[in-house]
């Protein structure tokens, strides 16, 4: 209590309400006069009085400090003493003070983006209640390790399990909206009833779904995103009675969902209740599609819901023997979401701090080259009673105010920095959860705090130092010699500049080379003059679906018949085609696959996996797939003629290596008898299929990936999408087309919408933008790297020179020529250049191996990448010396001696 | 060094305090001289930390001090006991006698016959 009175008091001295120093003084003086007083009176001389009672006092110097010390906070005044004197050092050093802050603003400003990212990515919680429950669950076979599952299977698990609090499924899928004018196709997400509950989010208006929601004819009602409230229905709270068409059946709004709620796609608008026809194929143990979310009970551990799950799927394998072999895992959802993100984002984030590492080096190479200058002043401070760690606090002051201000200014970057975020849309999860939050700001104070005191520390050791401060005492007013020890300091930072730079450089090195790779990958068609788009069949196309029949209903095929012959009758269009997904978008349709000429599997694990995809007109021709052996399947292709395949290379060369597969016949099945009886429909045969020709291989799951084998089908022989992506060439610019396509839709069904209109040469571009995203940024901060190693070099080469000037000038004046003094101050530069490079050639090697995440088709330690660099690096130092060599060679011998 | 200093200066402003409650008002120069006579002139107070202790009890509010003159018309400042002062002497007292007590019993078991 009494204490904080005390301190209380003190402060108050800052602002002068406490007792002024001149009543000290005047105590002081009284205190004194009446001691020599005294001193007189018991015989003293008047000299020997006052010398005794000053001797008794300690010395009135002394004493006044000791005294002032107690009324007031001297640390904190001369704290502000420090800050006072530092802003004026910067502002009377403007150069100097620009160079600083600028460097630090950008090393600490790409710091702060970067964190920003990665706390948004993958330190923030998920933003629902208690996300640390929540599990990704995925079903796992061996062919199909963590992969989605079907709807009979999720009933089951979410009826019996024990370990979940809620299990729910769900999936992506795009609606026809119409009712509102213009057709419109919605992102939507089909969900089981508990979606909501298991997330423990709930609408902000009305109610979320009911189990009997689930039942196929009470399905019809759907809860909508805050966007589509507010864009459809005018944000108007009243939603009762409130109905769209969805693929032209009218749903009910019974929810709206509060701002920002979304799982996978921040695009997502509407959900609707998960509900099929009891005999729909959707509810066979057949189709895996579904996603599966759950929140593990309070005290469940992962361990425990996994052996739960697989117990479960075990009882479902004996009931149902086609589920043989498919187990369950779960792992967090966070996890599940983030994905690839991690090794990229934490690569950049090393990436950063290495130049913010290279940064704070310069600065304190920049700080030691000026504290030289700073000699005389810091030894006339120290002889005027300045202890050393008052000068360390003064020299800190400076360094940490300046790394404040690089701070300030690297946030404002940052800021405007995350805002280009948009442009990365395709390349990182949770986007939408990227903010300059109090944490990022957090960081960015630490952060500059430590890069103040890490800079400054060195330096300011340095000059603090007694010895070299009675050194320039006694120099006086000549440029004092460099003392050994800080000439060496400043060497070793220089090299472990160099080193670091070169580390850096490396990594960007390895990033570019892998996108060349990665570019240089024949994607087995040409996406030049190529558009594309996705119509959504409602299933009004699909009215009765019939597992015996071939091919699609009469409508489907009418409907690709007419669409693509229509296209193709546009000016300008050289062909048009579908199919059920595009290239470059991922592996998604796989069927079995049984070659009828080699022995047949004996057990349905056995049976091999392709993947499948159904073509309609002229698909090929319009990706420009090379046709490599027999025919395309064309429009003669159709349900009463043979039933053809057309197969790509890499199947083509693994299942009939060394024969022509031409004429082979193959299942797109199982073989009947290892399929359940009770699977196979009345009357159906598993139909045999011709493989009539061998094209290229088109990579479907992305460019970094073999291409898997595929087969494709006609449309209107084997299975069909009701979602079908089309593809157009023309000869021309292909976006020039999109109005009289859009036309052309609309003439043979007005309700369906064009959707997702791009080109094929957008859709590689996106394929291939994270890649191309770290391989911008790592190569961005490269080169700012070498930029501070080049001004570092620089700077230290540039006062060696103007250190050496005398001795240089003695050298000329002995006969030294021009080229002499040049070799002999670059091969000073290159020589400290040399020890951080193969500084930096350990510490890559040691470290470039943590890159092999994110690379693709390159070593970590490509001997190649690692030569140029070090070249590119050795020249950019070369450089940097031969500056300051050659303005020792313009030394004038005469200047150089008089100024000794 | 810091620790002995801090004892010392501890017991100085009981000191201090002792001398202002039997003394009444006095002024810096006084209280030295006081506490030197009063300890037989066997302890010497160095002036110059005499002031910062003052001070110190001043900001905690044991003593409060004004402006006054001296015996011989010279202006001193003076420093009286405050209330929260007066129970400090007592409570530093007690505190101490009962520090003494324990270490001279400690001495004494502790020497040996």
């Not at chain 1, 009004?540 to 018949?561: C, E, L, Q, S």
């Not at chain 2, 009444?24 to 002031?51: F, K």
Request: hydrophobic share 45%.
């Amino acid at each position: 209590m009494r204490r904080w009175r005390a301190l209380l008091l003190r402060m108050a001295g800052l602002l002068g309400k406490n007792r002024p120093d001149s009543e000290l003084d005047e105590e002081l003086e009284s205190h004194l006069s009446m001691h020599v007083a005294d001193n007189l009176r018991s015989g003293m001389n008047p000299q020997e009085a006052r010398r005794q009672a000053l001797l008794k006092l300690g010395g009135m110097a002394q004493a006044r400090e000791l005294l002032r010390e107690r009324n007031r906070l001297p640390r904190i005044e001369s704290f502000i003493q420090d800050l006072r004197y530092a802003t004026r050092m910067l502002r009377k050093n403007p150069g100097f003070t620009t160079v600083a802050v600028l460097t630090l603003a950008f090393g600490i400003g790409v710091n702060t983006a970067i964190f920003s990212v990665v706390n948004g990515v993958l330190l923030r919680p998920l933003p629902y209640a208690d996300p640390g429950r929540l599990m990704w669950v995925f079903s796992n076979s061996q062919a199909f390790p963590e992969s989605t599952t079907s709807p009979p299977d999720f009933r089951t698990l979410r009826e019996r399990n024990t370990s979940f609090a809620g299990l729910s499924g769900f999936y992506g899928a795009f609606f026809n909206l119409t009712g509102t004018g213009q057709p419109e196709r919605m992102l939507g997400s089909v969900v089981s009833a508990e979606y909501f509950s298991t997330l423990r989010v709930q609408p902000v208006l009305g109610r979320s779904f009911l189990p009997a929601e689930e039942n196929w004819g009470s399905h019809r009602v759907m809860i909508v995103s805050h966007a589509f409230w507010r864009s459809h229905l005018n944000s108007n709270p009243d939603i009762s009675g409130k109905s769209f068409n969805l693929d032209g059946e009218p749903y009910n709004i019974v929810g709206v969902m509060p701002a920002g709620f979304y799982t996978r796609n921040p695009l997502t608008q509407l959900w609707v209740p998960m509900a099929w026809k009891p005999n729909d194929n959707y509810n066979s143990h057949n189709n895996y599609f579904l996603n599966m979310v759950g929140r593990l009970k309070p005290g469940v551990s992962e361990q425990q819901a996994n052996s739960d799950l697989n117990s479960i799927m075990l009882a479902i394998a004996r009931q149902f023997p086609e589920n043989k072999g498919i187990g369950a895992g779960l792992k967090p959802l966070h996890e599940s979401l983030v994905g690839s993100a991690r090794h990229a984002l934490l690569v950049l984030l090393g990436a950063v701090g290495l130049v913010l590492l290279i940064a704070c080096v310069n600065l304190a190479n920049l700080l030691l080259a000026r504290s030289a200058g700073r000699q005389k002043e810091i030894a006339v401070r120290s002889a005027l009673g300045a202890d050393r760690s008052r000068l360390l606090w003064q020299f800190l002051t400076e360094s940490v105010l300046l790394s404040l201000l690089g701070g300030s200014l690297g946030l404002v970057l940052a800021y405007f920095s995350l805002s280009l975020l948009p442009l990365a849309e395709n390349t990182l999860p949770l986007i939408t959860q990227i903010h300059l939050d109090g944490w990022v700001l957090l960081f960015t104070l630490s952060v500059s705090v430590l890069t103040g005191v890490f800079f400054g520390l060195m330096p300011a050791l340095q000059s603090s130092r007694a010895r070299m401060l009675s050194d320039s005492l006694k120099e006086g007013g000549r440029t004092s010699e460099d003392s050994r020890g800080s000439h060496r300091l400043r060497s070793g930072l220089v090299v472990s500049e160099v080193a670091l730079a070169l580390v850096l450089l490396i990594g960007s090195g390895l990033a570019l080379r892998s996108f060349q790779r990665l570019l240089g990958v024949d994607p087995g068609f040409a996406p030049s003059h190529v558009l594309t788009f996705e119509v959504n069949l409602p299933n009004a196309y699909d009215p009765v679906p019939d597992p015996t029949r071939i091919g699609a209903p009469p409508k489907v095929v009418a409907f690709y018949r007419d669409l693509l012959e229509s296209i193709e009758r546009i000016h300008g269009v050289k062909a048009a085609g579908a199919t059920s997904s595009l290239p470059l978008q991922g592996e998604s349709w796989g069927k079995f696959f049984t070659p009828l000429d080699r022995p047949l599997p004996t057990s349905i694990d056995n049976v091999e996996h392709v993947q499948y995809r159904p073509v309609a007109g002229h698909y090929f021709n319009a990706l420009g797939i090379r046709l490599l052996k027999g025919r395309l399947l064309d429009e003669h292709d159709r349900a009463d003629s043979t039933l053809s395949v057309v197969v790509n290379e890499t199947l083509a060369r693994k299942y009939w290596p060394d024969q022509d597969p031409i004429g082979k016949l193959v299942l797109l099945n199982p073989p009947q008898n290892l399929i359940p009886a009770n699977l196979i429909p009345p009357g159906f045969h598993v139909p045999k299929l011709t493989v009539v020709g061998v094209v290229g291989d088109a990579h479907y799951g992305g460019l970094d990936k073999d291409p898997a084998p595929v087969v494709y089908a006609s449309t209107e022989q084997h299975d069909y999408s009701m979602s079908p992506s089309f593809t157009v060439r023309s000869d021309g610019d292909p976006k020039a087309l999109v109005s009289s396509i859009r036309s052309a839709l609309a003439q043979i069904d007005k309700s369906l919408p064009l959707a997702n209109v791009v080109t094929m040469e957008e859709i590689m571009s996106t394929s291939v933008a994270q890649p191309r995203l770290e391989a911008v940024l790592l190569t961005l901060f490269g080169g700012l790297a070498m930029l501070l190693a080049a001004v570092g070099i620089y700077g230290v080469m540039s006062y060696s020179v103007s250190q050496r000037t005398g001795e240089i000038g003695i050298r000329m004046a002995l006969g030294a020529n021009h080229g002499a003094i040049l070799r002999m101050i670059c091969t000073q530069g290159l020589r400290l250049t040399a020890v951080g490079l193969a500084g930096g050639l350990a510490l890559a090697l040691a470290v470039t191996r943590l890159m092999s995440n994110v690379l693709f088709g390159v070593s970590p330690t490509d001997p190649l990448t690692f030569f140029i660099i070090v070249v590119l690096l050795a020249l950019v130092a070369l450089l940097a010396c031969y500056v300051p060599a050659r303005r020792a060679t313009r030394v004038d011998p005469l200047v150089a001696l008089r100024n000794e | 060094m810091g620790e002995r200093k801090d004892v010392w200066q501890g017991t100085l402003a009981l000191m201090v305090l002792k001398t202002l409650e039997t003394m009444g008002p006095l002024h810096g120069y006084g209280i030295a001289r006081r506490i030197e006579q009063t300890s037989g002139d066997s302890l010497v107070v160095q002036y110059g930390t005499l002031y910062p202790a003052l001070l110190k009890l001043e900001q905690e509010g044991y003593i409060a001090s004004d402006w006054g003159v001296s015996e011989n018309n010279r202006r001193a400042r003076y420093y009286r006991l405050t209330r929260a002062g007066r129970k400090q002497v007592e409570r530093e007292t007690r505190e101490w006698q009962e520090t003494t007590a324990i270490l001279a019993r400690f001495l004494t078991t502790e020497k040996p016959s």
